[in-house]
Each structure stands twice: as structure tokens, then as C-alpha cells.
């Protein structure tokens, strides 16, 4: 889950990554328990999807899992969000609210699941095709997933946090794609947003924090087929997001921690 969705969230705030978050093993294990649990759900709830469902549906099975594996859902009890999950379909790209909304055969979906368990905190998204759908879609995908592989490979302490968008900026740019410019990574662990605050996920000049050892966060590029910026999707709801202009977009998202050898995945499923 990006930042906190009252606002469209460009980063305007600068906190000091001089923080280590993760300074034992233990803090270490209890994060990769959450991580864990955060991607199983993420995993069974794709693999659950029918045309048919509706999206509140499909928010009970992530529900019913996270509580199974005692973890709360980190938007509800951070931001009172109204579902456990966000699930985007299609015009959405981020925050979408769990509802009455019927799946189609060839939507696109969006799927973040963040959760806490014993005080840590975690976070993990994907986008999906339902079913058969757009070749284009289906390629979107593909890269959305690259993409965010592209900027968890620069991660290493002591690396700039800037070598993240510009990574994933080269790759957009080579496959003819845009980037939303609003909707950020962010650092997680002790809270669902946390220090560092806001990584872009594009090209940012004015980027000078470096990645320190232990260091936790998110990273979460949304790659769009035009899109460059995500606005609400109404006046009356403060939460669901859309890309401006209008067009399709997916999310792939890991938790991390940076280390001297490299990024450690922590929202694997296995």
C-alpha cells in the first residue's frame, strides 16, 4: 500500500535515512513471519479470483487468512481503511475498496495486501489478468513485474536511494512505458509507512539519502501505458485512486531490507 491516499502523494518531504530498522536476527525472523504471511494471502487471494466474484469477496478470503495466521490488516487498524485488503480493478491503480463490484473475464486487478503481527509490519501487491484478457495487459504485467526487479536489484547499504528510479525510470523508458510520478515507495517495519518516508520510483534529481544496513522498505513502481500521475477517483471517496491520463496501470510490490550483499525479499510466499 502506498502512502496514505488523502492526498495524490508526491514526495515533498525529505526524513533522514539514517535509521536502522533491523538490527537483530529476531527483528529479522518476526519481519519475514509477517512478510510470509502477507504474500500467502496475496497468492491464495489471485488464485481465488472467478469471474463472478465481487471484489468484497475476494477481500474475505484475505481477511479470513490473515486472521488464521494472527496478523491484523495494516490499513484497517493504521488508517481505519474499509476492507482488509485494497483491490484495484481495471480504471483503478491503487486503494481500490473491497465492494460490490462484480469481476469480468479479462479485468485487470490489482491486489495489496500489508498486514502486522506482534508490533512489524509488511507489505506486498500484484496486478493480475483475470482469466483471458489483453495481450497488452498481459504484457503490462510482465513488465510491471520486471520492473520492480529492476529497482530491488540496485538495493545494497550504502547505495543511494536514487540508483532505485533511476533503474526503474531506464527500464519504462526502454519498453515505451510511463511511471506514476505520485504514488511512491515507502519505509515500513515499525509502522505501515515508516522512515525513510516516501523512494521515488522514477528518475529524481534531488534525491541525496543513501540506504543503510538493516534499512526496511517497500519498493512498488506503478508502470501505465500513459498514465503519469494518480488522482481520486471521486469526490466521495477519499481512498480509491486512477491514473491521469487515463489508462492502464499495475503495481508489483516487495518489502525488503538492505544489506552489504543485496536486497532479502522478505514477502515471499515460500
Not at 504484457?139 to 533511476?166: F, H, Q, Y
Not at 492502464?248 to 515471499?268: I, S
Request: glycine content about 10%; aromatic content about 4%.
Amino acid at each position: 500500500m502506498t502512502a496514505p491516499p488523502r492526498v495524490c502523494w508526491p514526495i515533498t518531504s525529505r526524513i533522514r535515512a539514517d535509521r536502522v530498522t533491523i538490527t537483530t536476527e529476531e527483528q529479522l525472523e518476526k519481519l519475514k513471519t509477517i512478510g510470509r504471511i502477507c504474500a500467502i494471502t496475496r497468492e491464495a487471494m489471485a488464485s481465488a479470483m472467478r469471474p463472478g466474484m465481487t471484489t468484497g469477496e475476494l477481500d474475505e478470503i484475505g481477511a479470513r487468512l490473515l486472521a488464521e495466521h494472527g496478523a491484523q490488516s495494516a490499513p484497517m487498524v493504521t488508517y481505519d481503511f474499509p476492507g482488509a485488503t485494497c483491490i484495484s480493478v481495471n480504471e483503478e491503480i491503487a486503494h481500490g475498496i473491497p465492494g460490490d463490484r462484480v469481476l469480468r473475464e479479462g479485468d485487470l486487478v490489482n491486489i495489496d495486501v500489508s498486514a502486522e503481527k506482534d508490533g512489524v509490519f509488511a507489505d506486498c501487491g500484484s496486478s493480475h489478468v483475470l482469466g483471458e484478457g489483453d495481450r497488452r495487459l498481459v504484457n503490462l504485467c510482465r513488465d510491471g513485474k520486471k520492473a520492480m526487479w529492476a529497482g530491488i536489484n540496485t538495493v545494497k547499504a550504502g547505495a543511494p536511494l536514487s540508483v532505485i528510479g533511476e533503474a526503474i525510470g531506464k527500464f519504462a523508458k526502454k519498453g515505451g512505458y510511463t511511471l506514476i510520478r505520485n504514488l511512491a515507495s515507502h519505509g515500513v517495519g515499525d509502522s505501515l509507512h515508516d522512515e525513510p518516508g516516501e523512494i521515488a520510483t522514477w528518475p529524481d534529481r534531488s534525491e541525496r539519502r543513501r540506504m543503510t544496513n538493516g534499512l526496511v522498505f517497500t519498493i512498488e513502481p506503478f508502470l501505465s501505458l500513459g498514465g503519469r500521475m494518480a488522482d481520486h477517483k471521486s469526490d466521495d471517496d477519499e481512498w480509491t485512486l486512477v491514473s491521469r491520463p487515463s489508462a492502464p496501470c499495475v503495481q508489483y510490490e516487495h518489502t525488503v531490507v538492505a544489506t552489504p550483499r543485496g536486497a532479502v525479499v522478505v514477502t515471499l510466499a515460500a
